[in-house]
């Protein structure tokens, strides 16, 4: 049974360019989950989303990132005009049901803006 | 809000020893679940055990088992006969069991580990 699949493990961007993670989640499981991790700094949660659904993104920044998880695909976590403190890992993290389920984690993306 | 403090920043161990990590965490529930994650230089994060609020019982895994003391609000770590695969980032995690919070894991800033031979 494969892990939680991330893509791309390693993403450069200019400064006001778009950044595109994308996140599979582990078979079976519809919650997914994006925390990003700043250099030195423990993961701090971003966004909850299942099939079709925005269940909580209070850790969101208001502006530039969004994220979806659509009926088909994988999740998309995107950051638009992207700049330098953007830089950081992202992980996501799915589980079978509600947050109470283990969190399964993917390896990361690390995103580094030039 | 919900906090989970780990006070030691890098830690020592030689290799066949035990060492135990801290972590301690405030909230005012009685329903959560706090987990143990691992980040080796791989930057891959694995769970490496999990507590139920609920049980009395601390959660053993192989090596690894908790002393978990919820009047005290202190969950630690304890890694018997460390091995080299052991060196790694650990992180103390808490999850609340009520309603829309349960969807958020809460970490610590993380204890770095280091098994010398």
């Known amino acids: 049974n494969a892990g939680v699949m991330q893509n791309p493990r390693h993403l450069v961007r200019r400064r006001g360019q778009e950044a595109r993670l994308r996140c599979s989640p582990m078979k079976g499981h519809s919650h997914v989950y994006w925390y990003r991790q700043l250099p030195e700094e423990g993961l701090k949660f971003m966004v909850y989303?299942?099939?079709?659904?925005?269940?909580?993104e209070s850790g969101m920044p208001k502006e530039r990132f969004s994220a979806e998880f659509p009926k088909e695909g994988p999740s998309i976590l995107r950051i638009q005009q992207v700049v330098r403190g953007d830089s950081a890992a992202y992980f996501c993290?799915?589980?079978?049901?509600?947050?109470?389920?283990?969190?399964?984690f993917g390896p990361g993306t690390r995103l580094l803006v030039l | 809000a919900q906090t989970v403090t780990q006070s030691q920043p890098e830690m020592s161990v030689q290799e066949a020893e035990t060492v135990t990590l801290s972590c301690t965490y405030d909230t005012s529930e009685s329903n959560y679940y706090l987990f143990w994650y691992k980040q080796p230089p791989s930057r891959q994060m694995i769970l490496v055990i999990r507590q139920e609020a609920y049980k009395q019982q601390n959660a053993t895994e192989n090596r690894f088992s908790v002393n978990f003391q919820k009047a005290a609000k202190s969950f630690s770590l304890k890694i018997s006969d460390s091995q080299l695969g052991d060196t790694a980032m650990y992180f103390c995690?808490?999850?609340?069991?009520?309603?829309?919070?349960?969807?958020?894991?809460?970490f610590g800033t993380g204890t770095l580990l280091a098994v010398q031979p």
């Open positions: 995690a808490f999850i609340s069991g009520y309603g829309g919070a349960t969807n958020k894991l809460i």
């Open positions: 989303l299942q099939k079709e659904n925005i269940i909580d």
């Open positions: 993290a799915s589980s079978p049901g509600p947050g109470r389920e283990t969190q399964y």
